[in-house]
T-cell receptor, first 108, second 128 residues
Framework: DIQMTQSPASLSASVGDRVTITCRAS??????LSWYQQKPGKAPKLLMY???KLQRGVPSRFSGSGSGTDFTLIISSLQPEDFATYFCQQSYGTPPWTFGQGTRVEIK | QITLKESAPTQVKPTQTLTLTCSFSGFSLRTNGVSVGWIRQPPAKALEWLALIHWNDDEDFSPSLKSRLTVAKDTSRNRAVLTMTNMDPADTATYYC????????????????????WGQGILITVSS
């Protein structure tokens, strides 16, 4: 199975901050990577796919980059509604499709 | 509008079989390229993909759980069902039903799958 490792596990930030979350795959997954946002008690929400493609309806302050094994999710100016846990997920080749362990973004 | 909703008994005893139904609207599992799947999340832990059933009757399973899982679809009633045998307390989790979206990579002609729509989730507790 392809292992997905996110860092950091958690971070504290203030409204307006630029936030960067990284995700590393245990092997080359091309750009077959997505990001999800999950708020407490809610289902995850697809934010980005294909590493850098913004899902419709997602604010443009979210951006993604990377290819191969290293990927980044950036929130350019953190808003109050962005405090949540973020997961990456790989879709390379055959199943299983695996997720990172999550990054919790908390209010400083 | 696309919606999905999971239904199942919320309490299951060890060794019992879980039958989890996903009822959906706004799309059809007869449509080319459409797939419905299940993902679970133990309390305060990460997400784990379990299974997919595709429009063409193909099925995919997590290798670690394959021996315990079956999937089926009822396209006339817009439902999909996941069955998990021999439940264990370690299977306690919120189970989500998901609809996939397929991207396309023209360089490789590969269609990577992402989880575009999610049900609200249902917490299944396995305990004697």
């Amino acid at each position: 199975d392809i292992q997905m490792t996110q860092s950091p596990a958690s971070l504290s930030a203030s409204v307006g901050d630029r936030v960067t979350i990284t995700c590393r795959a245990s092997q080359d997954i091309s750009n077959y990577l997505s990001w999800y946002q999950q708020k407490p008690g809610k289902a995850p929400k697809l934010l980005m796919y294909g590493a850098s493609k913004l899902q419709r309806g997602v604010p443009s302050r979210f951006s993604g980059s990377g290819s191969g094994t290293d990927f980044t999710l950036i929130i350019s100016s953190l808003q109050p509604e962005d405090f949540a846990t973020y997961f990456c997920q790989q879709s390379y080749g055959t199943p299983p499709w695996t997720f990172g362990q999550g990054t919790r973004v908390e209010i400083k | 509008q696309i919606t999905l909703k999971e239904s199942a008994p919320t309490q299951v005893k060890p060794t019992q079989t879980l039958t989890l139904t996903c009822s959906f609207s706004g799309f059809s599992l007869r449509t080319n390229g459409v797939s419905v799947g299940w993902i679970r999340q133990p309390p305060a832990k990460a997400l784990e993909w379990l299974a997919l059933i595709h429009w063409n009757d193909d099925e995919d399973f997590s290798p670690s759980l394959k021996s315990r899982l079956t999937v089926a679809k009822d396209t006339s009633r817009n439902r999909a069902v996941l069955t998990m045998t021999n439940m264990d307390p370690a299977d306690t989790a919120t189970y989500y039903c998901v609809k996939t979206v397929r991207d396309y990579d023209p360089l490789t002609s590969y269609y990577p799958i992402y989880f575009e729509y999610w049900g609200q989730g249902i917490l299944i507790t396995v305990s004697s």
